[in-house]
């Protein structure tokens, strides 16, 4: 697997939006399972979303972020994307991309790649 690498952090008022983007490399993308986590200061990081590997048809979200967060990938690209909008103070946190050699998992423990975070700011 191949180094991931995020993109598109930034401080924001709440209610704005941002998109992460996390890029990779290589004709391989399309075959992992990918996911968006973050970790906020003092807190156990935790899930966001996740999208299956190939087409990318099933994804799932933390309940904290449906309805206003959304992953997708561009295969073609080899690009992992969350847009997300009617962002909250408590969205604040550093968002981290990863991989894993599966179709689909919610279970931090078997994403094997990580990217080194971007920093998201939310402020009220």
């Known amino acids: 697997q191949v180094p991931l690498v995020e993109s598109g952090g930034g401080l924001v008022q709440a209610g704005a939006s941002l998109r992460l983007s996390c890029t990779s490399s290589?004709?391989?993308?399309?075959?992992?399972?990918m996911g968006w986590f973050r970790q906020a200061p003092g807190k156990e990081r935790e899930l966001v979303a996740t999208i299956s590997a190939n087409r990318g048809s099933t994804t799932a979200y933390a309940d904290s972020v449906k309805g206003r967060f959304a992953i997708s990938r561009d295969n073609d690209k080899a690009t992992l994307y969350l847009q997300m909008n009617s962002l909250l103070p408590e969205d604040t946190a550093v968002y981290y991309c990863?991989?894993?050699?599966?179709?689909?998992?919610?279970?931090?423990?078997?994403?094997?790649?990580w990217g080194q975070g971007t920093q998201v700011t939310v402020s009220s």
């Open positions: 990863a991989s894993g050699v599966f179709f689909d998992s919610q279970d931090a423990r078997q994403y094997t790649v």
């Open positions: 290589g004709r391989t993308f399309m075959m992992y399972g």
